[in-house]
């Protein structure tokens, strides 16, 4: 009775509780109920995780591992269902999830200092987007971008971006406004790229430095943008 109900419920729920056969590629986890991510690649290479229903991520009926689910979810859903479908990075690519990494990283702080103008100016509501693709320059390359916003009755405040260019997905780049206030290529990237191991507290140390540059160069935009906008008001 119990396969019979499950058979009746819809595919999003079916395809979740669906076990298949695959060892859990979850760190730790001894489930062997796993199902392939179905995540294929521009090159048609496919991800080679598999998960059990408590640890795949369900998107428009399909399963995926985290990182996938993330890139399958920011794609525009008419064009990543359509026939002509807009290529999906390559399994290696990492800028969706260093974009999405970084702006974990930030987030707090960010959010913070967003909540902090909207005092000032009193009211505002802080908007807080999750990963998005966009375009860029004459040939349209492919951004992947995490974005905070203070909006006000007005309109938008303050827009801060979080973007890794998919062409140059080593290369972290900090927005506000229109303005790009920081790029840089994080140091456990630079790290990895030189193949030279690191202690752990080195590389925490780093990312700490890395994390905090970040904030001040955010904050120093927001402050720079505040400037401008009152000189405008007051002109
Ligand atoms: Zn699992
Ligand atoms: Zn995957």
């Not at 591992?65 to 269902?81: D, E, F, S």
């Not at 456990?188 to 790229?193: E, P, Y």
């Not at 904030?215 to 906008?229: D, F, M, N, T």
Request: aromatic fraction near 6%; proline fraction near 5%.
């Amino acid at each position: 009775m119990f396969g019979k109900r499950r058979e009746a419920k819809d595919g999003q729920q079916g395809i979740a509780l669906q076990e298949g056969s695959a060892p859990c590629s979850f760190a730790h986890c001894a489930a062997r109920t796993g199902l392939s991510c179905e995540y294929v690649d521009r090159r048609g290479r496919a991800c080679t995780t598999a998960w059990c229903p408590a640890h795949r991520i369900i998107v428009d009926g399909h399963v995926y591992c985290r990182r996938h689910a993330g890139i399958i979810a920011a794609i525009p859903k008419h064009v990543a269902g359509s026939g002509h479908a807009q290529p999906l990075p390559d399994l290696e690519n990492r800028a969706p999830s260093l974009a999405n990494w970084v702006a974990d990283d930030c987030d707090a702080d960010i959010r913070s200092l967003l909540v902090h103008e909207a005092q000032a100016l009193n009211g505002g509501e802080v908007v807080v987007d999750p990963l998005i693709i966009t375009y860029s320059g004459m040939d349209r390359s492919r951004v992947w971008e995490r974005v905070w916003k203070l909006v006000e009755h007005t309109g938008m405040i303050y827009r801060i971006s979080i973007a890794v260019e998919e062409e140059l997905d080593a290369e972290v780049i900090i927005k506000v406004n229109q303005t790009s206030v920081y790029r840089a290529i994080p140091p456990w990237i630079g790290q990895r790229l030189l193949q030279r191991p690191i202690r752990p507290e080195v590389d925490a140390q780093r990312r700490k430095e890395f994390h905090d540059k970040i904030i001040g160069y955010v904050s120093r935009g927001i402050a720079r943008e505040r400037e401008l906008r009152n000189r405008f008001e007051h002109a």
